[in-house]
T-cell receptor
Framework: DTGVSQDPRHKITKRGQNVTFRCDPISEHNRLYWYRQTLGQGPEFLTYFQNEAQLEKSRLLSDRFSAERPKGSFSTLEIQRTEQGDSAMYLC?????????????FGPGTRLTVL | AQTVTQSQPEMSVQEAETVTLSCTYDTSESDYYLFWYKQPPSRQMILVIRQEAYKQQNATENRFSVNFQKAAKSFSLKISDSQLGDAAMYFCAYRSANQFYFGTGTSLTVIP
């Protein structure tokens, strides 16, 4: 499968714990995006990378959230000291700069439940 | 600030009929892109159709077409000959610079 993959697909954690999610983009894509989607809402932009550089961060991304893309390939999103309000679907998407429209291809998401 | 508004939380259509989903957006920019994404239940989001703001011609992809009214900042999606597989959440999205903005979605039910 050559699509965007995310791991894990589901994560249940207790409040206060740290969690880390991984995203593997489509191999030739140099842009990678993270979104958060809560029930009944559209995806909310969190951050994006071009290669290994983190170019944009939303104000939604509090200090407890950190994202990396160390080699310009896969990316990780870490949430420290999780809170119940962090419960959501975390979506990753990738695109190739140069396509013009920057069409994004989405992964299946990681559903986080914080108890 | 850029915002995307989908005023129809739910819509239904009879199989083989036509349905139009509404989307409006707010922007002060002249160069941007608009998208409609489909998110089936428990499945990942896929692109349905896209429109470049600088193009006057409305985009069409098979049974899907848009009505892009730049001055009115309106971007509706028309689905013709609706099929059961069209049932999903539909999100309107706007791309500007380094960010994407999504609407809250419209849940489409297709009635057999």
């Amino acid at each position: 499968d050559t699509g965007v993959s995310q791991d894990p697909r589901h994560k249940i954690t207790k409040r206060g714990q740290n969690v880390t999610f991984r995203c593997d983009p489509i191999s030739e894509h140099n842009r990678l995006y993270w979104y958060r989607q809560t029930l009944g809402q559209g995806p909310e932009f969190l951050t994006y990378f071009q290669n290994e550089a983190q170019l944009e961060k939303s104000r939604l991304l509090s200090d407890r959230f950190s994202a990396e893309r160390p080699k310009g390939s896969f990316s990780t999103l870490e949430i420290q000291r999780t809170e119940q309000g962090d419960s959501a679907m975390y979506l990753c998407a990738s695109s190739f700069r140069g396509q013009g429209t920057h069409e994004q291809f989405f992964g299946p998401g990681t559903r986080l439940t914080v108890l | 600030a850029q915002t995307v508004t989908q005023s129809q939380p739910e819509m239904s259509v009879q199989e083989a009929e036509t349905v139009t989903l509404s989307c409006t957006y707010d922007t002060s920019e002249s160069d941007y892109y608009l998208f409609w994404y489909k998110q089936p239940p428990s499945r990942q989001m896929i692109l349905v159709i896209r429109q470049e703001a600088y193009k006057q011609q409305n985009a069409t992809e098979n049974r899907f077409s848009v009505n892009f009214q730049k001055a009115a900042k309106s971007f509706s999606l028309k689905i013709s000959d609706s099929q059961l597989g069209d049932a999903a959440m539909y999100f309107c999205a706007y791309r500007s610079a380094n960010q994407f903005y999504f609407g809250t979605g419209t849940s489409l039910t297709v009635i057999p």
